[in-house]
């Protein structure tokens, strides 16, 4: 099935954190197709002039850090001086290094927090005071994960800070609804934004992983970008508060072989099934 979607966001500025690769530099590039204009940050300088080298005047770039709360200004800043207004505020920002539980060490553990939780409070504080100074309403979309809502060895302080991020952005929804602020989370399931060439032990484990997904693929990164399009536009006006997966049904289940079989004969009297054994029974008698 094919269905060609459009989004068109000319006049509208959008801001995107965690722009210097993966989903982020994928989100910078569709937002700048739908015609907005864009603030793309990141502490990454490098990937970052990666990301928006192919788009000239309509992106413009900042180098911050979100979890210290002048480099979370400074974003929104960019955004109002260079463009004169703010709409769209996406906080795709995040870490995720892996330990076991009884080796995580607490500076790692803060640092993870610092980035993923108190960095999309602090943007999506500045984002908010921008949109209600500049009377529009607006948009602001934050990222939580798949493994938020499943235990994984290693993920201890991933997995719960991204819980968090959702919890957060619920109240957020709320407080910022008076202001016709909408605030939205995506929970992307596995998406193809691993090191290449991977690393031998990824390697391993995503061969493992990816034949029982039940796409039995990763997602790309275009597929999350298109679905915060979706939440910034008009299509989405009333979505506010909402956790929107974008896993291929990951978070549902694992991949199906294609053959239902029901061997319990406990509910027979409920299908009317009569199974080969009683009919001849039943012949029998």
Same mark, same amino acid.
């Given at each position: 099935?094919?269905?060609?979607?459009?989004?068109?966001?000319?006049?509208?500025?959008?801001?995107?954190?965690?722009?210097?690769?993966?989903?982020?530099?994928?989100?910078?590039?569709?937002?700048?197709?739908?015609?907005?204009?864009?603030?793309?940050?990141?502490?990454?300088?490098?990937?970052?002039?990666?990301?928006?080298?192919?788009?000239?005047?309509?992106?413009?770039?900042?180098?911050?850090?979100?979890?210290?709360?002048?480099?979370?200004?400074?974003?929104?800043?960019?955004?109002?001086?260079?463009?004169?207004?703010?709409? =769209?505020?996406?906080?795709?920002?995040?870490?995720?290094?892996?330990?076991?539980?009884?080796?995580?060490?607490?500076?790692?553990?803060?640092?993870?927090?610092?980035?993923?939780?108190?960095?999309?409070?602090?943007?999506?504080?500045?984002?908010?005071?921008?949109? =209600?100074?500049?009377?529009?309403?607006?948009?602001? =979309?934050?990222?939580?994960?798949?493994?938020?809502?499943?235990?994984?060895?290693?993920?201890?302080?991933?997995?719960?800070?991204?819980?968090?991020?959702?919890?957060?952005?619920?109240?957020?929804?709320?407080?910022?609804?008076?202001?016709?602020? $909408?605030?939205?989370?995506?929970?992307?399931?596995?998406?193809?934004?691993?090191?290449?060439?991977?690393?031998?032990?990824?390697?391993?484990?995503?061969?493992?992983?990816?034949?029982?997904?039940? $796409?039995?693929?990763?997602?790309?990164?275009?597929?999350?970008?298109?679905?915060?399009?979706?939440?910034?536009?008009?299509?989405?006006?009333?979505?506010?508060?909402?956790?929107?997966?974008?896993?291929?049904?990951?978070?549902?289940?694992?991949?199906?072989?294609?053959?239902? =079989?029901?061997?319990?004969?406990?509910?027979?009297?409920?299908?009317?099934?009569?199974?080969?054994?009683?009919?001849?029974?039943?012949?029998?008698?």
């Amino acid at each position: 099935m094919n269905a060609a979607v459009r989004f068109d966001f000319e006049g509208s500025v959008a801001i995107v954190t965690g722009a210097a690769r993966g989903v982020g530099r994928a989100l910078v590039g569709e937002l700048v197709r739908a015609r907005a204009q864009v603030v793309a940050a990141d502490r990454d300088e490098a990937g970052l002039a990666e990301t928006c080298a192919p788009y000239g005047e309509r992106v413009a770039s900042i180098v911050a850090d979100v979890s210290a709360p002048e480099g979370a200004r400074a974003i929104v800043e960019r955004a109002t001086a260079r463009f004169g207004r703010l709409d =769209i505020c996406v906080n795709d920002a995040a870490v995720a290094p892996h330990a076991a539980l009884l080796e995580e060490r607490v500076e790692v553990w803060d640092r993870v927090y610092a980035v993923n939780c108190r960095g999309t409070f602090l943007m999506t504080q500045a984002a908010a005071r921008a949109m =209600i100074a500049g009377g529009r309403g607006g948009r602001i =979309i934050n990222f939580s994960s798949g493994a938020a809502h499943r235990g994984a060895a290693g993920g201890a302080a991933y997995a719960s800070s991204r819980a968090a991020t959702e919890s957060f952005s619920r109240v957020a929804a709320i407080e910022l609804a008076p202001h016709g602020i $909408l605030v939205n989370t995506i929970s992307p399931g596995l998406i193809d934004t691993q090191p290449k060439p991977l690393p031998p032990v990824m390697a391993e484990s995503l061969a493992r992983r990816i034949p029982n997904l039940p $796409l039995a693929r990763p997602g790309e990164p275009e597929e999350v970008a298109r679905v915060v399009l979706f939440l910034a536009s008009d299509a989405a006006s009333y979505i506010s508060g909402a956790v929107i997966s974008v896993d291929g049904a990951s978070g549902a289940g694992s991949r199906f072989s294609g053959v239902v =079989i029901d061997e319990d004969t406990r509910y027979d009297w409920v299908t009317g099934r009569v199974r080969a054994g009683r009919e001849r029974s039943a012949q029998e008698a």
